[in-house]
Nanobody, 118 residues
Framework: QVQLVESGGGLVQAGGSLRLSCAASGRTFSYIMGWFRQAPAKEREFVASAGWSAGSTYYSDSVKGRFTISRDNAKNMVHLQLNSLKPKDTAVYYC????????????WGQGTQVTVPS
């Protein structure tokens, strides 16, 4: 079982940037690492994912061009760079992991809060 711990959340003004990090323990070789977010009174939504190899990244339309996901496989970490932040990006951001042979994310972090005041 993969354990995940997020860090890097905070309060930032609109237009600003944040970098979220997720430290993974356990074997993550060939795992898909993802970021999700959940805003108050809303369903959790997919933000971005990255496969083991560079270039296999996917983004939701709402963040494409503003957020960048990256993996450091040597350090077993995944990052999410958030640029041009908007108040609608306010949410708890979760790191998640799934086996490449499954569509279900089975490992989740505790979440980190990102707040962009309007």
């Amino acid at each position: 079982q993969v354990q995940l711990v997020e860090s890097g959340g905070g309060l930032v003004q609109a237009g600003g940037s944040l970098r979220l990090s997720c430290a993974a323990s356990g074997r993550t070789f060939s795992y898909i690492m993802g970021w999700f977010r959940q805003a108050p009174a809303k369903e959790r939504e997919f933000v971005a994912s990255a496969g083991w190899s560079a270039g296999s990244t996917y983004y939701s339309d709402s963040v494409k061009g503003r957020f960048t996901i990256s993996r450091d496989n040597a350090k077993n970490m995944v990052h999410l760079q958030l640029n041009s932040l908007k108040p609608k990006d306010t949410a708890v951001y979760y790191c998640a992991a799934r086996s490449s042979s499954s569509y279900e994310y089975k490992s989740w972090g505790q979440g980190t809060q990102v707040t962009v005041p309007s």
